[in-house]
């Protein structure tokens, strides 16, 4: 409802005192007490600070980690394998605590790699296919079992969401390829039964 010319009205919520009173004047324009306009653009300042602080923040903080532990697995991975004539594709990448499984396909060829984060940096300790979905596989390579259990678990999970056809290139690796800490894997190591990066 638009206040007529003159009305007043007061500016309060039911159950509060009444603050100040507002005039509408001739001109549609609103009349408001100097210390009640000096104040507002402050408080508004303030509530949108607050907001922005406690809100979205606290709400995204641990998918923000997430997403930028998942690029630089992703990077670690093309610097090693990502060719011009063979991109390397990294999806999906699954985290649980210090240790990563990313699948990766390259051309017709694909696998999974188990990576350990190691003073702030991912590196590549384990390649393989549908062993590294076996609690049992991941353990021998150093994880402990109730962070190999969630893992295995989120993995299955993750990749229940992709194309049948792109999980299934995930099994062509064959065995279970432990990377040595150092070791440049990729430049000219063959997999399995001839099959290279």
Known sequence: MVPAIGDQSQARCPGTKIIHTTTFNPF???????????????????????????GPATAHEKPTTHRTSAQAIEHVMKAQFDKPEAPLTVVP????GDYAIAGW???????????????????IRVCAGDGLLRVSTLEMAGVSGPIAKRLAEKVAAAEKRLPVDQVKK??????????????QHGNGHSHGSGQRH
């Open 28 to 54: 549609g324009e609103i009349n408001m007490p100097r210390s009640v306009l000096q104040y507002l653009p402050i408080a508004s300042l303030a509530a949108s600070l607050l907001f922005i602080a406690a």
């Open 93 to 96: 990448v699954t985290i649980e």
């Open 105 to 123: 396909i390259q051309k017709d060829r694909g696998g999974r790699a188990l990576l350990k984060a190691e003073g702030g940096k991912w590196t």
């Open 170 to 183: 995930f099994s062509l690796f064959e065995g279970v390829l432990k990377i040595e800490a150092g070791s």
